[in-house]
């Protein structure tokens, strides 16, 4: 079974940056769909970065063009790059995976793996 630990949330000021991580065991890396979705207080949980493990990427609007999700598979280590905070942006943050399934886009399935969240506070 897959197990997932983020890190690297915080505090951050707007127009600042933080660099979330997530540490993947369990052999998830063979074809595999990650990603990282936010829940706001009182809002439905989003997603916000998708990554399929032969690197396409996909990002919600609201984050696209100062969001950047990666992954290092030596490191079994997925990130998220996120630059140009606003106060929107303040959440907690969620990393996911799911066995990549051939006819769906990593944006359009259910993920089966979770980790536990990271806060992400942006003051403006």
């Known amino acids: 079974q897959v197990q997932l630990a983020e890190s690297g949330g915080g505090s951050a000021q707007a127009g600042g940056s933080l660099r979330l991580s997530c540490t993947a065991s369990g052999n998830p890396w063979k074809r595999y769909c990650m990603a990282w979705f936010r829940q706001a207080p009182g809002k439905e949980r989003e997603g916000v970065a998708y990554?399929?493990?032969?690197?396409?990427?996909t990002y919600a609007d609201s984050v696209k063009g100062r969001f950047t999700i990666s992954g290092d598979v030596a490191k079994a280590t997925l990130y998220l790059q996120m630059n140009s905070l606003t106060p929107e942006d303040t959440a907690i943050y969620y990393c996911a995976h799911v066995p990549k399934i051939p006819s769906a886009t990593c944006d359009a399935v259910l993920y089966a793996n979770w980790g536990r969240g990271t806060q992400v506070t942006v003051s403006s």
């Open positions: 990554r399929e493990n032969d690197g396409t990427t």
